[in-house]
C-alpha cells in the first residue's frame, strides 16, 4: 500500500490490490484512530471489486475522519466499484472525485485557506 504524506494535513493512499485491501484498509484505519489528524485521499486504480469487509473499513475510516472535521475521498473508482455503492446505498456518504487532482481541489474548496 503505497502512503504518500503530502503534508500533515493530507494523506494519500494507493489501492491495488483488492486481495489485500481488508488488511490495508484496517491499517489505515488504526493510523487515523492513533491520532494521524488528516484528511484522506484513497485512489482505487485497479481495484475492481469490494466487498463488505471493505465497506465496514471505509465507513469506519470515514466515520473517524468525520469526528475530527477531516474529509475522506475516494478517487479512480471502476464503474463496478460505483455500483457496489450506488446498489448499497453508501453513494451519499462518501466523497469521489475523478481522480487526484480533482479530489486535492475537493479538499481545498471544503477547506479554504
Do not use: W
Not at 484522506?40 to 473499513?57: A, F, Y
Not at 469526528?67 to 448499497?88: A, D, E, H, Q
Amino acid at each position: 500500500m503505497p502512503i504518500e504524506n503530502i503534508s500533515q494535513e493530507l494523506l494519500i493512499i494507493t489501492f491495488s490490490d483488492r486481495q489485500r485491501l481488508n488488511t490495508e484498509l484496517k491499517e489505515v484505519n488504526e493510523m487515523i484512530y492513533k491520532g494521524r489528524d488528516c484528511n484522506v485521499l484513497i485512489n482505487l486504480h485497479g481495484v475492481e471489486l469490494i466487498n463488505s469487509t471493505n465497506l465496514r473499513n471505509l465507513i469506519i475510516l470515514r466515520q473517524f475522519l468525520n469526528k475530527m472535521g477531516r474529509m475522506l475521498i475516494l478517487y479512480n473508482v471502476s464503474l463496478p466499484v460505483k455500483c457496489i455503492f450506488v446498489v448499497t446505498g453508501l453513494r451519499d456518504i462518501f466523497n469521489f472525485a475523478k481522480d487526484r487532482d480533482e479530489a486535492i481541489e475537493a479538499l481545498t474548496v471544503a477547506n479554504p485557506v
